[in-house]
């Protein structure tokens, strides 16, 4: 028996290997075992897997059948907010001036280091509660917000209890290397991360990638790579935050370390993009940020001249603070001039591969896992062209109704 059926879609849309988008007009899909079994015209699936004698049916007339949405970066486990520092940048404080005066990351570790882990585990899942009913099926969450080891080790515990509470398969990454505490130099921080911060995790099997702020002002390229090379040492994939307010030279280590992504890039050159898409490392585009910081957006148009996929991702942080994948997709059109098809495929099968999930997920193509989405749109074009709403009216995790 199969365990779902979507039938009856105005369209069904998926990446697939040689498509930026394959649409399928009077769409279907049929799911068991939680992978995609098949997908096709509702005719072709309905005959072949007849909803009546399926576990769980759903008609989508009249809407529009997608993978799940895949968001690769965010800092989405914190305590506090800083809703007062949204209205200081707004009067014309810069991101870097509230950083530099104890506000930003370092103001968010205080509420961090204060929070059980029990209440992080509650702030996280409520998080995601909001990116699943926005159509996110998968995340990365990254730790960031304690800079000390046993705040690092609470908030990856708290990711890997929310993971196993939510229906949203959560990425765990660890980014000690978020910012440098007070009091300390970033050379003596930077050995606290290798020396304390990095076995501790690695030993706990708490963290799959390490990430670090490679920026003026944080951690310079050779402090960043000391980190992401001890983090390779012990089993972990590198991610690099690069090129966001300077040019450092993150991309070119990103490169160098064949990381798994290299993410922000809004002062990335066109070297820069050769050399990641050289390497395979595939880099992440944030317009949300940008959005919030009222700063440019990053070239898309560069990266597609270069023939380099980027993926998109919420960001979202106390800094960039949207759930909200459908919007970085409308953000990544109505700001970044992506077209709608690039847009969804890069907030789905190019956002899989930035957190090495290259099973399928984020497409619906045969054998992949049967996470979908079903928007009230009768066309894909209508999801960043209907900015500011979200159309998502179910969602669909490994073959369960996961929102409606
Ligand atoms: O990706 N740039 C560093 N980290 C986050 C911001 C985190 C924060 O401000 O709390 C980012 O934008
Ligand atoms: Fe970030």
Do not use: W
């Amino acid at each position: 028996m199969t365990d779902l059926v979507v039938s009856n879609a105005a369209q069904l849309a998926t990446p697939t290997e040689h498509d930026a988008l394959e649409v399928i007009p009077d769409g279907a899909v049929a799911i068991d075992d939680g992978v995609v079994v098949a997908t096709g015209s509702t005719d072709e699936i309905t005959r072949a897997y007849p909803p009546e004698n399926a576990a769980n049916s759903i008609d989508a007339t009249g809407q529009t059948i997608l993978p799940g949405f895949v968001d690769p970066h965010t800092h989405a486990v914190f305590g506090g907010t800083r809703a007062d520092e949204f209205t200081a940048k707004l009067e014309g404080a810069s991101y870097q001036e509230i950083l530099e005066d104890g506000g930003g990351i370092l103001r968010t570790v205080r509420s961090t280091r204060e929070a059980s882990r029990d209440q992080l585990v509650e702030n996280l899942v409520a998080q995601l509660d909001v990116m699943l009913a926005h159509g996110t099926t998968t995340a990365e969450v990254k730790s960031g917000y304690g800079l000390d080891v046993e705040t690092e080790l609470k908030l990856l515990e708290a990711i890997a209890t929310a993971d196993e509470r939510h229906p949203i398969d959560v990425v765990p990454t660890f980014m000690g290397a978020h910012a440098v505490p007070e009091g300390v130099t970033a050379d003596d921080y930077v050995d606290r991360v290798v020396e304390e911060q990095l076995p501790a995790v690695a030993a706990a099997d708490l963290a799959e990638f390490c990430d670090v702020f490679c920026e003026a002002g944080v951690f310079s390229v050779a402090q960043s790579r000391r980190v992401l090379e001890a983090g390779q040492e012990a089993g972990l994939a590198a991610k690099v935050h690069a090129e966001e307010f300077e040019r450092l030279g993150g991309s070119q280590l990103a490169a160098s370390l064949e990381a798994t992504s290299a993410d922000h890039l809004l002062q990335a050159t066109d070297d820069d993009i050769d050399a990641l898409g050289e390497a395979g490392v595939t880099p992440v585009l944030l317009p949300g940020t940008a959005f919030s910081l009222g700063t440019e957006y990053a070239d898309a148009a560069a990266f597609e001249a270069a023939d380099v996929p980027v993926a998109i991702a919420t960001d979202f942080n106390p800094n960039c603070y949207s759930q909200s994948m459908e919007f970085a997709i409308d953000l990544a059109c109505n700001g970044m001039r992506m077209r709608p098809a690039a847009a969804i495929r890069s907030a789905t099968r190019t956002a899989a591969a930035a957190i090495d999930r290259t099973d399928g997920t984020g497409t619906l193509c045969e054998g992949a896992p049967g996470d979908l989405v079903v928007a009230n749109v009768a066309d894909y074009q209508h999801l960043p062209y209907n900015f500011g709403v979200s159309t998502v009216r179910t969602v669909v995790k490994g073959g369960e109704v996961v929102h409606r």
